[in-house]
């Protein structure tokens, strides 16, 4: 028995009760536009610019990375036209992770230096903890996360490309982050809607679940170590 188009069940979309790409551009501006470590919007380089654009970078790196691997499970599973989109996104976590190590090299050249050792172990750290929430809203909600790095590397083109004069890097580096940027955001303004990968995210959640069961103490060890 058929049923004609107006008399089939139609779910409901996530779109239709939130605003994604609002949603997701808040989120961005949460990542990239604040002014921690320095005072307005940039118009010159200057050394606290350092620890600013480090902090930004390697926060932005986290939900170009978790849009890699969902999209990546989902090319697998499910969508076979986000493989280009994965692609991207890998590229895009390639040159954050650059720009990462462009910035801490630029906080202190001397990476066995206590005050390299503590950026990075402070980085990783933070990064571990925002990885999650990115990873599961990667798989729900795809078309937010483009869109917050669609504004994250709006706002980061715009600061690099004021904060260009005497800026580290022979006057090189910015230009090319500042291109990069420009780059991504047209990739990701590019992407306007996107369903949830259901495998995807129940490869996801697994995964998580799965780390989060392993790191509990087995009742024996907690036995013992009482």
């Not at 230009?175 to 949830?196: F, I, L, N, S």
């Amino acid at each position: 028995m058929s049923f004609p188009p107006s008399a089939r069940l139609k779910l409901p979309k996530l779109s239709d009760f939130v605003d994604i790409r609002r949603f997701g551009s808040s989120l961005g501006n949460a990542i990239s536009a604040h002014n921690v470590f320095v005072q307005g919007h940039p118009t010159a380089f200057h050394p606290s610019l350092i620890k600013h654009f480090l902090l930004v970078e390697a926060t932005v790196a986290v939900p170009a990375f978790a849009l890699s691997v969902s999209h990546y499970l989902a090319a697998l599973t499910s969508h076979p036209d986000r493989v280009m989109l994965a692609r991207q996104c890998l590229v895009e976590s390639s040159n954050r992770t650059e720009s990462v190590v462009f910035w801490l090299t630029q906080l202190e050249p001397r990476a066995t230096d206590p005050i390299a050792i503590s950026a990075r172990i402070m980085i990783v750290a933070l990064q571990l903890i925002m990885l999650p929430f990115w990873m599961l809203l990667s798989a729900t909600m795809p078309a937010a996360v483009h869109s917050t790095l669609e504004r994250a590397n709006d706002v980061l083109q715009k600061k690099y490309e004021t904060s260009q004069f005497g800026a580290p890097g022979g006057n090189m580096a910015l230009p090319r982050y500042a291109a990069d940027c420009g780059r991504q955001y047209a990739q990701h303004a590019a992407v306007k809607d996107m369903t949830c990968s259901f495998p995807a995210l129940f490869v996801i959640l697994v995964t998580l679940f799965s780390l989060k069961w392993s790191s509990r103490p087995r009742g024996g060890q907690a036995s013992a170590a009482g």
